[in-house]
Structures are given as structure tokens and as C-alpha cells.
């Protein structure tokens, strides 16, 4: 039923868009056949690097006026 759908949809396209949305059902596809299983998928244990980085006391000050002009685009 969906596939009929999505069948008429398409033939509403005009001719000139049909190769941009073939790319995207194709790429999309494709990005399907290359998906990994969710159950291969192992998430790493939290606080793996435990005393292998310090923080300096500085990290968690405000930035200077400078830098967060430059951020936010103002010379």
C-alpha cells in the first residue's frame, strides 16, 4: 500500500527533479544495506580515561571579552 504511494507521489514529480530524488531514495538505500545490527553495537563503559586527565582550576572561568567577540563575530 505504501509503495503505491509512494509510486503516485513520484509521478507527480516533474522530469526535471526525478534524478534528485532518485540520488536521495538511492543514497538512502544504500546508507540502509550498510547499517549495522543494533545488537553489535556495544556502548563503551562511563569513566574509562578516570585519572588519566586533569582539568586546569581556569577551565570552568568566563572567557576573556575577546575571545567571545570573536565567537559571536564581533572585531
Known amino acids: 500500500?505504501?509503495?503505491?504511494?509512494?509510486?503516485?507521489?513520484?509521478?507527480?514529480?516533474?522530469?526535471?527533479?526525478l534524478?534528485?530524488?532518485y540520488d536521495l531514495i538511492h543514497y538512502f538505500r544504500l546508507g540502509l544495506a550498510q547499517e549495522k545490527p543494533t545488537e553489535t553495537i556495544h556502548q563503551r563503559p562511563i569513566g574509562l580515561a578516570k585519572g588519566l586527565v586533569e582539568i586546569p582550576a581556569g577551565f570552568f572561568e568566563p572567557l576573556p571579552d575577546e575571545i567571545l567577540d570573536a565567537f559571536e563575530g564581533i572585531k
Do not use: D, H, R, T
Open 19 to 21: 534524478a534528485e530524488i
Open 1 to 17: 500500500m505504501l509503495q503505491e504511494q509512494l509510486i503516485e507521489e513520484i509521478k507527480q514529480i516533474p522530469n526535471e527533479k
